[in-house]
C-alpha cells in the first residue's frame, strides 16, 4: 500500500478479510508512507478491505497487535487480491512505482534511458 501522504508514527494500519476476520493490525514505530503486508491468511482472488486509524484492544509487541478488537479506523480501500504481490494506492489495485535511477529530469525512471550512440570514423 501506497499513501499519498506521509503517516504518522504509531498510526495503525489495519487489514480484514471479506468475512471480517483480521489478517494483521500494525502500528509502525516511524512515519510512513508505504506499508507491506505479508501473512499466511493472504489467498489470491479473495477480497480485502484495509483501514488506518483507529485503536486496538489487542496486546502489542513491536507494533504487531495480536488478539483484541480494533475500532474507529478510516476505511482507505476495498481490494481484490490479483496477485501474489498486489500493489495499492488509495483509489484501489495499481502497479509498482518504478524505482530505476535516472538523471533529474525524469527520463530514465519509466521506460528506457537513451545511450549515446557510437560514432565510428
Request: hydrophobic fraction near 25%.
Amino acid at each position: 500500500m501506497n499513501y499519498s501522504q506521509t503517516q504518522k508514527a504509531g498510526t495503525i494500519v489495519h487489514l480484514k478479510d471479506s468475512k471480517g476476520n483480521t489478517v494483521a493490525t500494525f502500528a509502525p514505530k516511524k512515519d510512513y508512507q508505504t506499508v507491506v503486508i505479508s501473512a499466511p491468511e493472504l489467498e489470491k482472488d479473495a477480497s480485502y478491505t484495509l483501514y488506518t486509524g483507529g485503536t486496538s484492544t489487542g496486546s502489542e509487541a513491536d507494533g504487531l497487535y495480536a488478539d483484541g478488537e480494533y475500532q474507529g479506523g478510516t476505511k482507505i480501500v476495498e481490494f481484490a487480491m490479483t496477485n501474489s504481490v498486489t500493489w495499492l494506492s488509495e483509489t484501489g489495485v495499481t502497479t509498482a512505482r518504478s524505482t530505476k535511477p535516472g538523471p533529474p529530469n525524469g527520463t530514465g525512471f519509466e521506460g528506457e534511458q537513451k545511450r549515446p550512440e557510437k560514432r565510428t570514423q
